[in-house]
């Protein structure tokens, strides 16, 4: 694992970005070892960091206090003769107004998704923008990118629209792009892609890696699952690796300069990516060979031909952000420093936020592309953990005791589901239907729900065929057995419990369950009752008797 660190003034490779810090394992355990080994300089740290790291009061990692180079282990911290590496105070408060920004932006996607799929470029908004003006800027917006941005009245009324009507969305727009921008601008250049085409993934997810719209696509980027296979992006039950910020921007690169190769034109890219090039290349037939976006976008599906008007009118409120008065949030750092590391055993969320004293929503934000908060263990295709960097050195420092900590759990939440199985298998009984059984009848025999005996046999439906075994959990306080209960008589109730006073919570079911040989239509019979409601303080007979 190899750790790269930044300056405000210039920032290294693709991973320019909180996220984006790239490691390699095999050299991560050096680094922090020789660290460690070094008294002097955990004695440099401790002073030139003064302000204490909070920490987290359950099952926090801490570097004891043992001979150097002994085994490190997990303890609770109750001694003070522990190693409590500091942080800077401004850099960890810059780190959680980034994390706190980033959580509360996770709901601007169905907002921008919605604007996008029922835009409307026909509707007049009022706003103070003199058309010339608008002309002019877009002229000169065009000279610099090779989009072809030409003024109309459906891209100034959307442009109108996202000022006054997204006013809001925009702004929070602006102050999240400080933080997915420059990695989106270093992989565009890269690979030769117009830098503006980072406005595309404010169209797409709102910058929201978790984002999923109606029909599946998925990320930043809103790949579909067969573009994102075609890209190979890993897609499984636990990594979604489209929801990765790193390995999906690579590929709608990728992605992008193939479409562009197809058509030589960045608008009708565009409008491929969104649609796929199968639409595009009917509305470029159905209007008569022509190759301009604006004159095919009457025959493109309804939300393409929202997508590049949308996308252009938000390509100007960044160019022109200032003019028009809005405002973002300004950070003084617009990334935070982190690190991966391979993960050695399956481990959760709720484990690693436990043991690296992390709050769960940073490793959301952090590891957005684990389905099910669970980082797979696969031998031979390691995946990877991204930490702050700050908590980066405890873990790796800790790593035998994490993973001992991790299979000591789950052996013990194993032997707790064996033991349940156990009990449950001694408390089974098997049943084999026989001709005039059906659900209900089994059910009421054995005192549990027809539900429950669904859920037990794995059945879809209530039919049952003669000969057919299922597995019946029985209620111990039921009083039942395997035989066929018999027809109720007067002397099943004894002499002191000929009358049920109704009480709170009793129905007619319940009643029937506490007196052996007494059934609902007995109830009911016996006292008179046609429905199944019940008065407090009623009181019934038990047999067909007087009371």
């Given amino acids: 694992m190899k750790q790269l660190t930044f300056s405000s003034g210039y920032l290294l490779g693709l991973l320019f970005c909180p996220f984006f810090v790239l490691a390699q394992d095999n050299e991560s355990t050096q680094v922090v070892v020789d660290s460690i080994n070094s008294e002097a300089v955990i004695n440099r740290v401790n002073e030139a ?35 409590d590496l500091k942080d800077h105070a401004l850099a960890a408060k810059f780190d959680s107004l980034w994390m706190k920004e980033l959580v509360d932006a996770a709901p601007l996607f169905n907002e921008m998704y919605q604007e996008v799929l029922e835009l409307d470029t026909t509707s007049t908004i009022v706003y103070d923008l003199h058309t010339d003006t608008l002309k002019l800027r877009l002229a000169r917006l065009n000279e610099r990118t090779p989009f072809n941005i030409e003024y109309n009245a459906s891209l100034e009324n959307v442009i109108k629209s996202f000022l006054t009507r997204k006013r809001g969305l925009m702004e929070r727009m602006l102050t999240l792009s400080q933080f997915y ?39 930043l980027w809103q790949f579909m699952y067969g573009t994102g296979k075609e890209m190979k992006l890993t897609i499984n039950s636990y990594v979604d690796e489209r929801s990765d910020p790193i390995k999906s921007t690579a590929a709608a690169a990728n992605y992008l300069n193939r479409l562009y190769r197809i058509y030589d034109d960045w608008d009708l890219a565009l409008a491929a990516y969104n649609s796929g090039p199968g639409n595009v290349n009917k509305a470029i037939r159905r209007s008569g060979g022509q190759r301009n976006y604006w004159n095919i976008r009457r025959n493109l599906p309804r939300e393409t031909a929202g997508y590049v008007p949308a996308f252009q009118a938000t390509m100007y409120i960044f160019e022109y952000a200032e003019e028009h008065g809005l405002k973002s949030k300004k950070v003084d750092r617009a990334y935070f420093e982190t690190d991966t590391v391979h993960v050695k055993s399956l481990i959760t969320f709720d484990q690693i936020s436990e043991l690296a004293a992390i709050d769960k ?15 797979p263990y696969v031998e031979g295709k390691p995946n990877t953990l991204r930490l702050p960097v700050r908590k980066m050195g405890k873990f790796v420092a800790n790593e035998e005791a994490i993973y001992a900590h991790v299979k000591n759990e789950l052996k013990e939440k194993e032997e707790i589901v064996a033991e349940i199985q156990k009990q449950a298998e001694q408390n089974s009984i098997r049943y084999r239907v026989k001709d005039g059984d059906f659900l209900g009848k089994i059910a009421e025999r054995y005192g549990v729900r027809v539900s429950q005996l669904k859920q037990w046999n794995g059945l879809r439906s209530n039919n049952l065929r003669i000969g057919q075994r299922l597995t019946i959990y029985p209620r111990k306080d039921s009083g039942t057995s395997v035989k066929p209960r018999e027809t109720p008589t007067r002397t099943a109730v004894t002499s002191t419990s000929k009358v049920h006073e109704v009480k709170s919570g009793d129905s007619l079911w319940t009643i029937s369950r506490k007196y052996p040989g007494v059934t609902i239509e007995n109830l009911r019979k016996w006292n008179g009752i046609s429905g199944n409601n019940l008065k407090l303080g009623t009181k019934l007979k038990l047999c067909d008797c007087s009371s």
């Fill in 49 to 83: 960091l003064p302000v204490e790291d909070t920490l987290r009061a359950q099952n926090t990692i801490n570097i004891t206090n043992n001979p150097l180079g002994k085994e490190l282990s997990l303890f609770k911290p109750t001694e003070s003769s522990t190693y």
């Fill in 181 to 219: 921008f420059p990695l989106f601008e270093q992989e565009f250049d890269n690979k030769n892609i117009p830098l503006e085409m980072k406005y595309l993934s404010i169209v797409e997810s709102a910058l929201n890696p978790k984002a999923r719209s109606r029909v599946g696509a998925t990320g």
């Fill in 361 to 375: 929503d940073e490793l959301k934000i952090l590891n957005p592309h684990y389905k099910l908060e669970v980082i």
